[in-house]
Nanobody
Framework: QVQLVESGGGLVQPGGSLRLSCVAS????????MGWYRQAPGKQRELVAV???????DYADSVKGRFTISRDNAKNTMTLQMNSLKPEDTAVYYC???????????WGAGTQVTVSS
């Protein structure tokens, strides 16, 4: 069973930075697109950033210029570098991956990010 495990969340002051990691239990060569989503209390889950198997990226308008998504196939890891964090970035952040062989989408359990002074 394929698993995704997120880490790196925490409490940070506005303007600060955090780096989230998502480690897959399988080679990233067996994964198509990967992405980070977030869900704030009382809101729907939303796409934050996505990276394809060819490493092309796309971002939500709200995070463009502040967040950077990357993947390291050799380490089975996807990361999200978050800079200039704002209180509205507070949410649970989830890792998502699409398996090439089945087309199934896999989710991690999430990691909490809180931006507050």
């Amino acid at each position: 069973q394929v698993q995704l495990v997120e880490s790196g969340g925490g409490l940070v002051q506005p303007g600060g930075s955090l780096r989230l990691s998502c480690v897959a239990s399988v080679s990233l060569f067996s994964i198509n697109a990967m992405g980070w989503y977030r869900q704030a209390p009382g809101k729907q889950r939303e796409l934050v950033a996505v990276i394809s198997s060819s490493h092309s990226t796309d971002y939500a308008d709200s995070v463009k210029g502040r967040f950077t998504i990357s993947r390291d196939n050799a380490k089975n890891t996807m990361t999200l570098q978050m800079n200039s964090l704002k209180p509205e970035d507070t949410a649970v952040y989830y890792c998502n991956a699409e398996l090439i062989n089945t087309g199934q989408f896999i989710w991690g359990a999430g990691t909490q990010v809180t931006v507050s002074s």
